[in-house]
Structures are given as C-alpha cells and as structure tokens.
C-alpha cells in the first residue's frame, strides 16, 4: 500500500485532538492509539460512521466491535443490566486492556453489535485516547486498524502502511505498551467466559476479585477468534525452546530458505510489545519462515501463545512449557 504519511499527526498536540474530534463528529474515521493496539475509530451514536468501518476493513457485518469509553462510570449509559461480576471487573481493571462482554441497552446500535443483545465494552487507558474521548462526549466503536485477517497495527506506521491516505486521520500515541489485543471477558454467562486472552488472565482476575472465569465454550466464542486471524504472510513456525528454534533454523536455512527466529526469552511484556512488529517486519523483508519460540504459559505468555498458535494456524508443533 502506498501512502505518504501525511494524515499521521502528533497525538500530544491538542491541535491533533481538536482536529480528531471535529473529523468523528463529521462521521469520518480516526485510527487512534490505545495501551493494546492500534484503533479504527468511528462515533459509536452515528450508525452511517460505523458502517464506514466495516466496508474500510473488509469486514463481515456479523463481527461485533468493541465500544470505548471514556471513564468506568459510562458503563452504565449503555447498559442497564450489569451482573455483579462486569461491575466488579470494571471497577478494579478499567482504564485498562480488558472487554467486557454485558447486555446492551437501546442506546447501542445494531451496527455495532451485528444484532446482537450484547455489546463488548472497554475503558482504554492512552492517556491521548482519553482525552479524546472526553472531549468528544460520545463513545467510540473501534476494531484493531488493520485489514480484515492481518496482525493488529501498533504503531502509527503501521496503520499507515495497511490503509495508506483511506483513513483521513491518524493520530499518532507512539508504541503502543501492551502490543497485544484486550482480554475479552463475556459476562452475559455464569460463570463469565474467556473470549481472548491478553494481558489479563484468569489467573489475575480469580486473586485480584475471587472472581472464576471459565475457557469459552459454546455460541459466546468470539468471532474474530477466527483460525489464522492473527497471521503474517511468512510461515510461522513454533519451537518449545530456542535450541529447538536453532536446530530448524541450521536445517532451513541450509535448504536456502530465509529464516529467521523469535525469541524474547523470559521477557513477557517485551515479546508481546514486538511480536506483530516483527511479524510485519518478517513480510517486508520477505521472510520464509519465522521460528517462533513459545513463551511459558504464565501471564502474557498465555495471550503471546494464543497469537502464535493461531500465526501458526497448525495442530501445534510444539507444546509450550507450562512454566
Ligand atoms: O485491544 C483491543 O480490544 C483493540 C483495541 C483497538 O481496543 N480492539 C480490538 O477490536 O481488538 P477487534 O474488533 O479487532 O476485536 C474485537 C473482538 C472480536 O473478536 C469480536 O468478535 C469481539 O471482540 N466482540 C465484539 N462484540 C462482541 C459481543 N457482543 N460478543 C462477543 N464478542 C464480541
Ligand atoms: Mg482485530
């Protein structure tokens, strides 16, 4: 995609935010930043803005977006049925990188929730995101600022690159310091389900709030779970350790292939930063293969390994270590 980079603006100037705001309220669309990942921002109370989105994205109509809010007490604006549960996980995780699935209201368009009776809500914490929001007065409905079925943007850039001059406004927030999606907890179910991991487990939420979450299963699963939703276009492969990783990497790379391996060692936060960052990168460079070595199955590790399984989109090469 070729692009000139002249709709990237300085998040930090509050020139951007005005002008941000005045495009929404024009029912045009932003990409802005977020603590995960990069998103394609539209008014959530203009139903014609939403739809632009999904066209932009190549999207099906059926895939629900998430609506961000400015701060936890706007929860409540667009749904009057909270379970105990979505308040007490508002409360303790928001600002911050978690959705929650809860029954939505009549406020919620159709647009946003594919018809649905439920809405995915988060409270973003960039502080560039916030301030616009507020000074919007309006939520905004916002799915990852990438092509339908590529890995998520986290840098302005790389929205830039996916989109070219088709978004009119990028507000540029810097990295991004999560680099993976939110979780998404559904909790419309008893006990609230799993949807996607991300930087918050099940394991945080069960001895921050004594709250059990259980795996997805069913109708709820959500659908952009999809099997290789989050893959580049380089092969990626799996590997339980880095001498694994070294092994394949000797192997393909005297067959002429151009490899190259992930490995962040024990560093969680620093694999979750990078990781769709270097998978970008991988294709640019025209990578064969990306040798991926899977993080241990605590913490972010968890969501790291989600992503790579599903980059892989194989019955799992390897089993990553549980610690
Ligand atoms: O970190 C994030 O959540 C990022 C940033 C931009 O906030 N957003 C994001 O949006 O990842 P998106 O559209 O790429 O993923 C939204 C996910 C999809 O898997 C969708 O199926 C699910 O949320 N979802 C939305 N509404 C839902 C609902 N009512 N019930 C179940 N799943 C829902
Ligand atoms: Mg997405």
New binding site residues.
């Given amino acids: 995609m070729r692009h000139s980079g002249q709709n990237i603006i300085d998040g930090k100037n509050s020139l951007s935010i005005d002008a941000a705001v005045r495009a929404l309220l024009q029912d045009l669309l932003v990409a ?1 930043p ?1 603590e ?4 394609l921002a539209a008014r959530a109370s203009s139903p014609s803005a939403v739809k632009k989105i999904f066209v932009l994205k190549g999207r099906p109509t059926d ?4 609506l ?1 809010i400015a701060k936890t007490k706007d929860l409540s604006l667009w749904s009057s049925d909270l379970s105990t549960e979505a308040r007490a996980l508002a409360d303790k995780y928001w600002p911050g ?1 978690l ?1 929650l ?1 809860v029954r ?1 209201n009549n406020k919620v368009c159709d647009e946003i ?1 594919g018809g ?1 009776d ?3 809500i ?1 409270c ?1 914490s960039h502080p560039i995101t916030t301030e616009l929001l507020s000074q919007l007065g309006d939520a905004i409905v ?4 990438n092509r339908f079925g590529k890995v ?1 943007p986290t840098t302005a850039r790389h929205v830039a690159e996916d989109f070219g001059d088709e978004i009119d406004l990028i507000l540029d927030g810097g990295e991004c310091s999560i680099g993976v ?2 979780t ?1 907890v ?1 909790c419309t179910t008893n006990p609230p389900q799993v ?2 991991t ?1 930087a918050i487990t099940v394991d945080q939420i069960q001895i921050d709030c004594d709250i059990t979450v259980a795996p997805a299963s069913g109708e ?1 699963r ?4 999809l099997e290789k939703h989050y893959a580049p276009n380089c092969k990626v492969e799996l590997a339980s350790n880095l001498k694994d990783a070294e092994e394949r990497f000797e192997k393909l790379n005297s067959d002429g292939r151009n490899v190259e391996i992930l490995d962040f060692g024990a560093d969680h936060a620093m694999y979750a930063r990078q990781l769709y960052s270097r998978f970008r990168d991988a294709d640019k460079r025209l990578v064969d293969v990306v040798i991926a070595v899977q993080p241990s199955m605590t913490g972010l590790g968890i969501a790291i390994n989600e992503r790579l399984k599903k980059a892989s989109n194989s019955s799992v090469n390897a089993q990553p270590p549980l610690d």
Wanted: a positive charge.
């Fill in positions: 802005i977020t995960t990942v990069y998103g895939h629900p977006l998430i961000h990188p959705t699935v939505r929730t649905r439920t809405v995915a988060r973003p916002a799915p990852s600022a998520s999606e939110s998404i559904d949807l996607r991300g709820s959500a659908s952009g779970m």
